[in-house]
C-alpha cells in the first residue's frame, strides 16, 4: 500500500515537480486530467470514450474521417479549424498581455464587436481593392480595439476605476448601441444578422478553390502567428516589456524606480485592445462574415481561461487556443457520430480550464512531495 | 410612476440580494465574479425541485414556490462551494475560477436540464415551467400617495428578501461571525491570531454568497418568465457586481445602487414609452443603468475602498 | 470521389436534424419538425435519425456545422432561417437531400435559387395571424386586443399584418367591435424601413422586456394578445400569468398549451399554427419513395399548413367561436379571404371584405 | 524556579531549510527571557509554535509541566499565551475595541432575542484595562487612525484582555522611538513583577542588558547557550550570536563637508485628506556630510524622503539637487540628476519580488545603454554582468545567483540587493531610509561601514532613523521633525541622546 502511494506520488512529482517546464508538464497534467475526467462522463452515458475523442480529432481535421462530402478533405476540415482559431489566438494573447500588467481585459468581446462593427461599416460594405479593403480591415480592427483598449487603461490609471467593472458596463453598452444600429441600419432579413461582408474585406478566403477542394483560408492566420512571436519578443526582450513586466508585479516599486505606470498601463491596454480588435475583425469580416445583433461572443470570455491555461505566455496562449478549438470545432463531427448532447464537449473545456485555474495546487503539492521524498 | 417603482423594485429587490452574497464573499477577501453563474445554477436547482416535487407532491403549488426558493439556495451554495474549494483550498486565481465557474454553469444547466427533462419527466425541453409567483397588496399602507406604491402588488418574495436581507445585514454588522468575516477581508492573519479559522469564515461566507445568489436568480425565474431557461444568464449577476462595487462593498449604500439600477431600468421603458420612440430604441433605453454606473464611477470611485485583502490567497505561513 | 461511391448501401435513410441554439427539444418549432423524423423513423424503422445542434445561433456557424456533418448522411433537416445559406453545400453534394424549414436556400451571393436536392418550406404566417385576429376578436371581453412580436422580419410582420386583418374581418362581418392596441413606442420598422405599427420587443430572447409589454398592454385594457415573439414571448405569457386570468395570450407556431399552465388554470386561449411536422413526414415520405423533387414552397391552408388549434382540452375557445373561425378556414383555404402580409402589396388597413 | 514553558526537542522543517534544530529550552515562571539571534535564526518560528501559528515537526512543548498540542491561537489563547508579532495582527478598519476582543466577543441580546457583540461594556472594559496597565487608547478610535505606537499598545492590551500569563514580544521596539521604548520596556518589566512571564525577542542588545533576567541564543536554527544576563557582557553576547567578534562603534573621522548637493526650501507636503504633512522644511545636505532626520515615526520623514524622490507631490517649495530645480521632474529624471533611494519598505517598494535578481538590480538601469540598445532591446549579457559584479561586490548570498527569485531571500540580502543598485548608481545624494530594520547587528554593522565610507566618498547622505542610536552614531548633522515641521538642525555633537529624544517629543521648540 505503501508502496503504491509513494508510486503516486512519484508520478504525481514527474508531472508537476520541479524542474525544466514545469509550468508546461503542470498544463498537459491538467489536460490529461480532464481528458480522464471527460472519459468517466462518457462512461455514465454508455459511449466509448475512445470513438468519442477520435471523432473529435476527426471533426477538426486532425484525423481522417471515414468519408468526406464534396470537394472536402481533411486538409480542408483542418484549413477550417486554423480559421476559427485565429481570432481565439488573438483573443488568448489579448488576454495575457494585460495579465502580464495585472490587468484583467474582461472587455474582449465587447472590444470584439466594436472592431468589427466598426470594420463592417467603414469597409465591408464598399468596393475597394480586395488587397486594399483587407488591409483596411485590419488597421481599423486593430484601431478601434486599441482605442478602446486606451479608454479602460486611462480610466483604470486617471480615476482609478476597477478594470473589471469598466469592462463589464462597455461590454453591455458596445453590445447594444450595435445592436440598435444592426437592427436600425445594416439589417439583413432573413438572416437577421447584419448584411454580410463583401468578399473583398474578408479576411478569410472562403470557399477558395484548391484543386477540387473548397478551402477556407485564414488570411490572418500567419499575422496571429506573427503576433504570437512578436508579443513574445516584446516581453522578454524589450524595454517595454520590462516595464509592463514590472508594472503588473509591483506598480509602486516601477513607479520608484523612475517608470512610468500610467503609460506603461495605457499602452498595455491599447496593445491590448489591438490584439482584442484583430481578434473581432478576424472573426466577423473572418470566419463570419456578419454580426448577430445583442450577442457578446463567447470566444472573448473562453480567451481568458484560455490564456490562463497557456500561462500567459504568448506561446503558451497559441498552443492552449489551438487545443480549445480542436475541442470546439470537433464537437458537431463528434455529437452527430456518438449521438451525445455537444454540451459534453463544453462540459470537457470547462472542467479542463477548472484543473489548470488549481495549476498552482498541483505544482506546491508536488513540490511538498518532492520535498517529503528527499527528506525521507 | 407606481409602474416605476413597482416594477423598479421588483428588479433591484433580487439584484440587491445577489449583491448582498457578493458583499459576503468579497468581505471576507474571495472575489467572487462567478455571481451570474452562481444565480443561474440556483435557479436550475429551484426549478428541478420544483418540477419533481409538484411532479410527485401535486397539490397547492404554494407552499412548492416557497421551497423552491430554499431550494434554489441550496443550488447556489453548492456551485459556490466549488468556488470555496477553488480559491481557498485549491488557492486558484479568484478571478479566474469565478469566469470558469461562469462557463460551467452554463454548460451544466443547459446539458442536466436536457438530460433530466429527457430522462425523467419524457420530456424533451431545457425548461422547468414554474407557477405564478403569489402577490401582495398591504391594505391602508398602499393608500400613501406615491409610497403605497412600495406597498402595492408586490411579489412576496420581495418581503423575504427584505428580511433576508435585514438578516443578513444584522449578521455582519453586529455579530461576532459579521466581525470576523470582516476581518478576514482587511487582514486575515489578525483573524488567525486571534484564534479564528480564517478558512472557515471564508467558505462559508462564499457558501452564503452561493445561497443569496440562488435566491435572488430564482426569484428572477419568477417575475421575469415564470420558468427556469437558459434565458436566466442575461447578465444580472454582473450587475449586482456593479452595484456593490458602487455601494463601496457596504450593504446600506449598495442598496441604494440596487434601487437606482432597478428605477433606471423600470424607468427607461416608461420613457420610451412616454415619448413614443419606435421600438428599435429599446436597444438604447437598456444601456441606461450600465451608462449611469460608469458616469457615477467616474465621480466616485477614488472614494471607492475594496477590502484590504481582496483577492489575496491567504497563506498562513506567509507575513 | 463522389461521396455516394463510399456510402454504404442503406437499409433505410439516414436523417440529421440540424437545429440552432433551442435544440430539437424546446417544445416548439424544432421539435415539431423533430417530431415529423421521428413519426417517418416510426414507420420506417430502418431509418436513423440523428439530432445535432449549432449553439451560437450565428449563421456562419450554423453553415459550418451542416458542413461538419454533410458525409454522413442522406437527408439533412434543417430548420430555421439560419439555414437559408445551404444553397452552395446543397449544390456540392447533389447526392443529400436537404428540407429547408422556414426560409429559402440561396446561393453564395444571396440569390433565392431552386435546387433539384433541396425542399425549402415556408408558411403562410399571414394566415395563422388571421385566425388568431379572429378568434381574438370574437373572445375578447374589453374590446381590446393586441399582438406581440420580436423584430419587425418578415415571418413577424405576416403575423401581425394577419392578425390585424382578422380583427378587422371579425369586425366588418363577425359584428364584433373590437380596437387593435398598439403602444406606440412599440412600433416595429420592417426590412424596407417602413413604420409597420405593431408592438415589438426589439429582440426575440428578451423575457424581460416581453413582460413589460404584456403589462403596459393588460394597463392599457388589453385582454388578449397574440405573442409571436420567441424566447420574448415567455415574458407576455408572464405577465398574463400573473394576471389572475384577466389576459389571455394566443400561442404561435406549436401548441403551446403546456406552456400556459398556471395552477390549475390556463392563460392559452388557442394556438395558431405552422404545420410543420407533417410536411416534413410527407417530405422524407417521398425521399423514401424516389419521388423526391427540389422546390420551394409556400405552404397555406390549402394543404392544412396553417391553422389552429381546436382540440378539445387544448384550448378554451366558445363553441360558438370555433365554428366561425372554422367558416373562416374554409375561406382562406379556397382563397376567398387573402389575409395582408408584409410583402404582399397591401395593408390590413386596405384589406378589402369581398 | 518553577519552569512554565518547556520546549522539548524540538524540529521545524520548512522547505529547504530546518528552522529550528533540535530545540531544548525552559522558560522559568515570572521571568524576562530574551531570544537573540542572527535574520532567520529561527526566533520567529519557534515563538509561533509556541503560539499555534504553526506546529512542530518534532519534540513536544510543556506548559506548566503538561505536555500539550497547541494546534491553533484558540488553543495557546486557552492556556493563557499571547503574542505580539513582529508584523501587527490588526484590522485597519475596526475599532480598537474590536480588534481587541476579536475572538472572545461579549454578548448580549438585542430585544432579547438577537445575539449582537456587545460593544458598550467592551468599549469599558477595554477603557478600564488601558488605564490600569497604563497603556493609554481610545477605544473607538479606528486602527487606520492611530500612530503605530498605539497598534503596539493595542497589541499589548489584546493579550492582556485575554488574562495572557505568558506574554511573547517578537522585536517589539524595532519601530518605536526611544521614549516610547523606554516606556515599553517599563511596561514590560511591570508586566514582570505584576507575575507574569515574557518572552522577548529583540536584536537590541542593551534592551537585553536593560530588563531581561536570562537570554537564548539562537544561531541557525539551533540553540547555542542560554546566559543569565547579568554576568555576561554585550561584546560576548553578539560574538556568540554572529560566531565572530562584532565592533559595536564605528571609527568616523572628522572631515570638512563640501560643496551643497541637495537643498530643500520650504518644502511642504498634504495628504489626500488634506492634512498637513510636512509643513515648510528647509535644509541641505552637502558632500561628504550626513545629514540625518530624528523623529517619532509618521512626523513626515518619510513623506520628506519620497518628495524628493518624486515618489508623492508636493504642495509648495523648491527642490534643487546639485543646483538643478527639480521640484516638478520626473522620477527618473531625479534618478538621473543624481539621486539614490533606499526605501523603508523593502518589499512593497524597494523590490519587485517576483523578479528574479538580476532584473532587480537592473532596475534603475534597465532603460539605458549598455542593458537596452538604442532601439529599446534588453541586453541580457549587460545585465548579467551587473548582477555578477554587484552580487560579488556586496557578497549577496543567494542560492541561484542572477537567477534567484528575489522572494526568496532573506530579508538582510534583500536590503543588500537594493543597498548595491542604488550605490552602483553612482548618485551624489543617497537616502537612507530606515537602513537597517528588522537587521542582525552583523548585518547591520556591514550597512554603517558602507554608509560611513560613502561619507568619506564625498557624496551626500540623508538618512532617515527612527533608531536614535543610529542617527547619533552616524550623522554629522542631526535635524529633528516633529508634527511635520523641523524642531531643530544642529552638528551632532552638539546634542545629547536626551536632547534629541525631547525634541522629537516635541518638547523643545526652537526659539528663531
Ligand atoms: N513560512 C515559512 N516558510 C518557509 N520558510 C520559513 C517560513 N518561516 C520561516 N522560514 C524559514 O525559517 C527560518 C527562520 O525564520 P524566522 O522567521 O523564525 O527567523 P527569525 O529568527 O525570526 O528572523 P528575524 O530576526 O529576521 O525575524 C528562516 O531562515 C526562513 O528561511
Ligand atoms: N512564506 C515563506 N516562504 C518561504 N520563505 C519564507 C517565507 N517567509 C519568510 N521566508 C524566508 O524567511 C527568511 C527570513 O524572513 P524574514 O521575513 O524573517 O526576514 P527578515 O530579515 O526578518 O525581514 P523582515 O524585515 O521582512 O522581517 C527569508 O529567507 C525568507 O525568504
Ligand atoms: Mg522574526
Ligand atoms: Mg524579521
Given at each position: ?93 489579448s ?11 474582461i472587455c474582449?468581446s ?65 453590445s ?21 461582408v ?55 516599486a ?11 498601463v ?37 480567451a ?73 | ?42 435557479a ?13 407532491f ?8 416557497y ?13 459556490a ?52 409567483f ?53 487582514n ?13 469564515v471564508?467558505?462559508?461566507s ?16 419568477y ?46 421603458y ?50 | ?32 419538425n ?13 431509418a ?61 451571393k ?106 403596459q398592454?393588460?394597463a ?25 386570468g ?109 | ?109 438585542k ?80 508586566l ?175 532603460y ?10 534588453l ?22 545567483g ?72 552616524l ?38
Open positions: 500500500m505503501l508502496k503504491r502511494t509513494s508510486l503516486i506520488k512519484r508520478l504525481f512529482i514527474l508531472c508537476c515537480g520541479k524542474g525544466r517546464h514545469q509550468l508546461l508538464r503542470t498544463s498537459l497534467f491538467c489536460i490529461v486530467l480532464s481528458l480522464l475526467a471527460g472519459i468517466i462522463l462518457l462512461l455514465l452515458l454508455g459511449k466509448n470514450p475512445w470513438e468519442a475523442y477520435r471523432s473529435i480529432l476527426q471533426g477538426a481535421g486532425i484525423l481522417a474521417k471515414p468519408r468526406y462530402a464534396g470537394r472536402k478533405s481533411q486538409l480542408t476540415d483542418f484549413m477550417s479549424l486554423l480559421n476559427y482559431t485565429t481570432p481565439m489566438v488573438f483573443a488568448a494573447l488576454v495575457a498581455v494585460a495579465l502580464k500588467c495585472g490587468i484583467f481585459n474582449v465587447g472590444i470584439m464587436v466594436f472592431s468589427g462593427f466598426m470594420a463592417t461599416v467603414l469597409v465591408g460594405y464598399s468596393n475597394l481593392d480586395p488587397f486594399v479593403a483587407k488591409i483596411l480591415v485590419v488597421l481599423i480592427g486593430a484601431l478601434s480595439g486599441a482605442l478602446l483598449g486606451m479608454l479602460i487603461g486611462y480610466l483604470k490609471h486617471r480615476f482609478n476605476m476597477n478594470e473589471v467593472v469598466v469592462a463589464i458596463m462597455l461590454n453591455y453598452i458596445i447594444y448601441v450595435v445592436s440598435f444600429f444592426i437592427q436600425t441600419r445594416f439589417i439583413d432579413p432573413i438572416t437577421r444578422q447584419s448584411v454580410a463583401t468578399q473583398n474585406a474578408r479576411l478569410t478566403l472562403f470557399d477558395y478553390p484548391v484543386g477540387n477542394l473548397k478551402m477556407e483560408i485564414a488570411l490572418v492566420f500567419p499575422l496571429a502567428i506573427f503576433a504570437v512571436f512578436a508579443i513574445k519578443f516584446v516581453l522578454d526582450r524589450t524595454r517595454f516589456g520590462f516595464e509592463l513586466k514590472a508594472v503588473g508585479s509591483n506598480s509602486k516601477s513607479n520608484y524606480a523612475g517608470i512610468q505606470v500610467g503609460r506603461a495605457v499602452f498595455t491596454m491599447i496593445i491590448s485592445g489591438a490584439l482584442a480588435g484583430l481578434a473581432g475583425v478576424s472573426y466577423y469580416l473572418g470566419s463570419n462574415a456578419s454580426i448577430q445583433p445583442r450577442v457578446l461572443p463567447s470566444l472573448g470570455f473562453d481568458i481561461a484560455v490564456a490562463l491555461l497557456g500561462n500567459t505566455s504568448a506561446i503558451g496562449s497559441f498552443f492552449a487556443s489551438l487545443l480549445v478549438m480542436i475541442f470546439d470545432c470537433g464537437t458537431t463531427y463528434m455529437s452527430s457520430r456518438m449521438q451525445v448532447l455537444r454540451e459534453i464537449a463544453a462540459l470537457i473545456t470547462s472542467i479542463l480550464l477548472l484543473f489548470s485555474a488549481i495549476g498552482i495546487f498541483f505544482r506546491n503539492l508536488a513540490d511538498r512531495f518532492q520535498q517529503e521524498a528527499e527528506e525521507v | 410612476m407606481n409602474t416605476i417603482i413597482i416594477e423598479g423594485l421588483s428588479f433591484s429587490l433580487p439584484l440587491f440580494i445577489i449583491a448582498i452574497g457578493g458583499i459576503y464573499s468579497e468581505g471576507s477577501g474571495i472575489t467572487n465574479l462567478a455571481l451570474e453563474g452562481l444565480l443561474g445554477f440556483g436550475f436547482f429551484g426549478g428541478l425541485s420544483y418540477a419533481i416535487l409538484s411532479r410527485t401535486g397539490g397547492d403549488p404554494t407552499v412548492l414556490i421551497a423552491s426558493l430554499g431550494f434554489a439556495m441550496v443550488g447556489g451554495a453548492l456551485l462551494l466549488l468556488h470555496a474549494l477553488m480559491c481557498i483550498k485549491f488557492k486558484a486565481n479568484q478571478v479566474i475560477s469565478g469566469v470558469v465557474i461562469n462557463m460551467l454553469s452554463v454548460a451544466l444547466t443547459a446539458f442536466l436540464a436536457n438530460q433530466i427533462n429527457a430522462s425523467f419527466f419524457g420530456q424533451p425541453s431545457n425548461k422547468f415551467l414554474l407557477e405564478v403569489p402577490k401582495a397588496t398591504i391594505p391602508l399602507l398602499s393608500r400613501i400617495p406615491i409610497l403605497g406604491a412600495v406597498f402595492t402588488d408586490f411579489y412576496t418574495f420581495e418581503l423575504i428578501i427584505v428580511v433576508v436581507a435585514l438578516f443578513m445585514a444584522y449578521v455582519l454588522y453586529k455579530t461576532p461571525t459579521g466581525m470576523h468575516i470582516r476581518a478576514c477581508g482587511d486575515p492573519h489578525a483573524l488567525a491570531a486571534a484564534g479564528g479559522n480564517v478558512q472557515k471564508r467558505f462559508w462564499v457558501i452564503a454568497s452561493g445561497a443569496l445568489s440562488g435566491l435572488g436568480g430564482m426569484c428572477f425565474a417575475s421575469i418568465s415564470t420558468t427556469f431557461s437558459p434565458n436566466i444568464y442575461m447578465g444580472f449577476g454582473y450587475l449586482a457586481i456593479a452595484a456593490y462595487i458602487f455601494g463601496s462593498w457596504k450593504i446600506g449604500p449598495t442598496f441604494l445602487a440596487c434601487i437606482l439600477f432597478g428605477f433606471a431600468r423600470s424607468g427607461g416608461v420613457l420610451v414609452q412616454k415619448l413614443s420612440l419606435p421600438s428599435s430604441y429599446g436597444d438604447l433605453v437598456l444601456t441606461l443603468p450600465y451608462i449611469v454606473t460608469l458616469v457615477l464611477l467616474l465621480f466616485f470611485s477614488s472614494t471607492n475602498k475594496p477590502p484590504r485583502a481582496l483577492g489575496e490567497v491567504y497563506d498562513q505561513a506567509k507575513r | 470521389a463522389g461521396a455516394a461511391e463510399t456510402k454504404p448501401a442503406a437499409a433505410g435513410l439516414n436523417i440529421a436534424i440540424i437545429t440552432t441554439p433551442s435544440g430539437v427539444d424546446d417544445g416548439s418549432f424544432n421539435q415539431d423533430y417530431n415529423g423524423i421521428l413519426a417517418f423513423v416510426k414507420n420506417h424503422p430502418t436513423k435519425a440523428t439530432a445535432i445542434r449549432e449553439p451560437s445561433g450565428d449563421v456562419a456557424a450554423a453553415l459550418k456545422a451542416a458542413a461538419d456533418v454533410v458525409a454522413e448522411y442522406d437527408v439533412l433537416v434543417c430548420t430555421g432561417f439560419q439555414f437559408a445559406g445551404i444553397g452552395e453545400l446543397a449544390m456540392e453534394n447533389p447526392d443529400t437531400k436537404f428540407i429547408l424549414v422556414d426560409t429559402y436556400p440561396t446561393d453564395a444571396g440569390n433565392t435559387v431552386e435546387l433539384p436536392n433541396v425542399y425549402a418550406m415556408t408558411f403562410a404566417e399571414q394566415e395563422s395571424g388571421f385566425f388568431a385576429g379572429v378568434a381574438a376578436a370574437l373572445e375578447t371581453k374589453t374590446n381590446k386586443v393586441a399582438v406581440v412580436n420580436g423584430v419587425a422580419y418578415p415571418s413577424n410582420v405576416n403575423y401581425q399584418y394577419g392578425f390585424e386583418t382578422g380583427v378587422i374581418y371579425a369586425n366588418k362581418k363577425l359584428g364584433t367591435n373590437v380596437q387593435i392596441v398598439e403602444l406606440p413606442s412599440r412600433a416595429g420598422t420592417d426590412v424596407t424601413g417602413a413604420n409597420v405599427g405593431g408592438n415589438y420587443a426589439g429582440s426575440f430572447a428578451d423575457e424581460a422586456t416581453g413582460k413589460v409589454i404584456g403589462q398592454l393588460f392599457q385594457g388589453v385582454d388578449i394578445i397574440f405573442v409571436a415573439a420567441g424566447a420574448t414571448g415567455n415574458g407576455v405569457f408572464t405577465a398574463a400569468k400573473e394576471s389572475n384577466r389576459l389571455k395570450v394566443i400561442g404561435c407556431d406549436v401548441d403551446q398549451w403546456d406552456d400556459g399552465t398556471v395552477g390549475s388554470g390556463n392563460i392559452i386561449l388557442t394556438s395558431v399554427l405552422k404545420v410543420m411536422s407533417l410536411n416534413v413526414e410527407r417530405v422524407l415520405n417521398q425521399i423514401q419513395e424516389g419521388t423526391f423533387k427540389g422546390a420551394n414552397m409556400l405552404l397555406k391552408a390549402d394543404t392544412d399548413s396553417t391553422g389552429f388549434v381546436k382540440k378539445a382540452g387544448r384550448n378554451q375557445l366558445a363553441p360558438s367561436t370555433i365554428q366561425k373561425l372554422d367558416e373562416a378556414y374554409a375561406l382562406v383555404q379556397k382563397a376567398v379571404i387573402v389575409p395582408a402580409s408584409n410583402f404582399g402589396g397591401f395593408t390590413p388597413e386596405q384589406f378589402k371584405v369581398n | 524556579m518553577e519552569n512554565l514553558v518547556e520546549f522539548r526537542h524540538i524540529t521545524k522543517r520548512f522547505p529547504g531549510i530546518v528552522a529550528n534544530d533540535d530545540i531544548s529550552l525552559s522558560v522559568r515562571k515570572g521571568e524576562i527571557l530574551a531570544i537573540l539571534g542572527e535574520n532567520g535564526a529561527g526566533k520567529s518560528t519557534l515563538m509561533s509554535m509556541l503560539f499555534g501559528m504553526y506546529t512542530p515537526d518534532e519534540g513536544e512543548i510543556f506548559i506548566r509541566g503538561k505536555a500539550e498540542h497547541i494546534t491553533s491561537p484558540l488553543v495557546a489563547n486557552e492556556l493563557n499565551i499571547g503574542m505580539v508579532h513582529q508584523h501587527f495582527m490588526l484590522v485597519e478598519n475596526q475599532t480598537i475595541t474590536e480588534n481587541i476582543i476579536m475572538g472572545i466577543e461579549p454578548k448580549k441580546r430585544f432579547g432575542l438577537f445575539p449582537i457583540v456587545d460593544l458598550q461594556s467592551s468599549h469599558e472594559k477595554v477603557q478600564q484595562l488601558s488605564m490600569h496597565y497604563h497603556l493609554e487608547v481610545n477605544p473607538r478610535d479606528t486602527i487606520e487612525d492611530v500612530p503605530v505606537s498605539t497598534r503596539q499598545r493595542v497589541e499589548i492590551l489584546k493579550m492582556l484582555y485575554r488574562n495572557a500569563e505568558i506574554l511573547i514580544f517578537d522585536e517589539p521596539t524595532a519601530v518605536l522611538t526611544p521614549q516610547e521604548i523606554e516606556s515599553l520596556l517599563l511596561i514590560i518589566k511591570s514582570r513583577d505584576s507575575g507574569k512571564t515574557i518572552i522577548l525577542i529583540t536584536h537590541k542588545l542593551d534592551e537585553i542588558k536593560k530588563i531581561a533576567d536570562r537570554c537564548a541564543i539562537l544561531c541557525k536554527g539551533r540553540l547555542i547557550d542560554v546566559l543569565e544576563v547579568a554576568t555576561t557582557s554585550v561584546q560576548h553576547m553578539s560574538a556568540l550570536m554572529v560566531g565572530r567578534d562584532v565592533s559595536l562603534t564605528l571609527d568616523k573621522v572628522e572631515h570638512e563637508k563640501g560643496a551643497e548637493v541637495l537643498k530643500v526650501e520650504n518644502v511642504s507636503v498634504v495628504s489626500q485628506d488634506h492634512i498637513t504633512l510636512v509643513d515648510s522644511v528647509s535644509f541641505s545636505v552637502h558632500e561628504g556630510e550626513i545629514l540625518a532626520i530624528a523623529g517619532v515615526s509618521g512626523n513626515g520623514q518619510v513623506e520628506i524622503a519620497d518628495a524628493i524622490a518624486g515618489l508623492i507631490p508636493i504642495k509648495s517649495g523648491r527642490i534643487l539637487l546639485q543646483g538643478n530645480d527639480i521640484t516638478t521632474a520626473s522620477v527618473r529624471k531625479r534618478i538621473e540628476a543624481g539621486l539614490s533611494y533606499i526605501p523603508e519598505d523593502r518589499h512593497a517598494v524597494g523590490l519587485i519580488l517576483d523578479f528574479n535578481l538580476r532584473e532587480n538590480l537592473c532596475l534603475k538601469q534597465y539605458r545603454s549598455p542593458y537596452s540598445n538604442e532601439r529599446g532591446i541586453q541580457h549579457d549587460a545585465m548579467n554582468e551587473l548582477g555578477n559584479t554587484l552580487i560579488e561586490a556586496f557578497d549577496i548570498r543567494t542560492s541561484k542572477n537567477d534567484t527569485l528575489v522572494r526568496s531571500m532573506s530579508g538582510g540580502n534583500q536590503q543588500k540587493a537594493i543597498i548595491a543598485r542604488e550605490i552602483n548608481l553612482d548618485s551624489k545624494l543617497i537616502m537612507f531610509v530606515q537602513p537597517t530594520r528588522g537587521l542582525d547587528v552583523g548585518a547591520i554593522e556591514a550597512i554603517h561601514t558602507r554608509i560611513n565610507s560613502l561619507r568619506s566618498e564625498g557624496k551626500a547622505i540623508l538618512l532617515i532613523s527612527l533608531e536614535l542610536d543610529e542617527v547619533l552614531q550623522a554629522d548633522t542631526i535635524l529633528v521633525m516633529y508634527n511635520g515641521k523641523v524642531q531643530t538642525i544642529r552638528k551632532a555633537n552638539e546634542l545629547t541622546k536626551l536632547q534629541v529624544g525631547e525634541y522629537m517629543m516635541g518638547v523643545h521648540v526652537e526659539k528663531n
